[in-house]
């Protein structure tokens, strides 16, 4: 829990105290708008936004918990938890990073390298990626028995092996992420008959731009033709340089096994890898455009109800109270102060009279076009 609450307040730049009491009364039952309002001195007087950031980063944290237990039964129940490897595990608050470490213990369907390793073709794989075998032909012919018709059929299934082993390795993913990240396109085009249906998302028919200048309105309106089925929406990279990238990692030698990792990495990347990483940066462009949007409409909704009600008035405010007095205050038509005191005409101090007098007085030294009355304590009196 401690360690929640200072990896809370470095996120939010809130003191650890401040957290803890707001955790605390969250963990009582306490709600968002009831803290904000009538815990101030609790947490130091945090606003409803920042108490429902503070629980919100708390439930992403319990959330990584939950995922890390799952990950460490699930790869200490297949025999394979390493002190190293938990440890690592443990350590990471990245979702992210925690599933690139899970991915290659992540129990999997029936994949092409899964049927591949049925067939006794993993350790062939494992000869490729030595890339030192130089009669490559003669040793995959020793797999061609049971299910493996002939030598390609054995060489292909070590190469699907090899391809899921390129989309497992986190160097590999983190290098594709850092492409998509620097020079990713999304595109769109309309679905072939849907023209007419499409007409007011008539701007992205063919539709090309650097994703990290796609603005967020933009990026929402793609999307919501895309769930509508008119546009067809792709992000992806430089091709050619991605595969580059990932073949400087895996291909270290100049021979036939070598020829084979490389076919194996290029189908790794336009098979698993390139799908993978695009449908992350979908989901997490989407999730920053929303956040954007939210932003633009809250600061949107923030000016028109801060926008005075009567216009340019002058006004006397009351805020009403009993045994505080009420407090009055005066201002011009832009909303400057130009005075304020308190008047008593409730018990226990029961100045009606002095009160009217002075608010009298009021009105007609400011020329004061409306009064505005706080509708709490005191304010039907």
Known sequence: MELFHKMISAALNISEKQVSNTLNLLKDGATIP??????KEATGGLDEVQVENIKNQYDKLCEIVKRKETILTTINEQSKLTAELQKRIESTWDTTELEDIYLPYKPKRKTRAEVARQKGLEPLAMVLMLQRENNLDVKAATFVKGDVKDVEDALKGARDIIAEQVNEDERARNAIRNQFNRQAIISAKV????????????????????????????LLAIR????????KVSITPDDEECIERL???????????????????????????????????????????????????AENLRQLLLAPPLGQKRVLGIDPGFRTGCKVVCMD??????????????????????????????VEAYQIDAIAIGNGTASRE
Do not use: W
Not at 191 to 218: I, M, Q, W
């Open 34 to 39: 009831f803290i904000s309002r009538y815990r």
């Open 191 to 218: 679905v072939k008959g849907k023209e007419e249906e499409a007409a007011k998302y008539r701007d992205y028919f063919d539709f090309s731009e650097p994703l990290k200048r796609c603005t967020s309105h933009r």
């Open 224 to 231: 919501r033709a895309e769930a509508e089925g008119l546009l």
């Open 247 to 297: 073949e400087r990692q895996f291909v270290r030698s100049n021979n036939e096994c070598a020829r084979q990792v490389a076919e194996a990495v290029q189908d790794s990347y336009k098979r698993l890898l390139k799908p993978s990483i695009e449908t992350e940066f979908a989901t997490m462009t989407k999730e920053k455009a929303d956040e954007e949007a939210i932003r633009v409409f």
């Open 333 to 362: 038509a832009q909303g400057n102060l130009l005075h304020n005191e308190n008047i008593y005409p409730h018990p226990p101090v029961d100045k009606k009279k002095e009160a009217a007098a002075k608010l009298r007085k009021m």
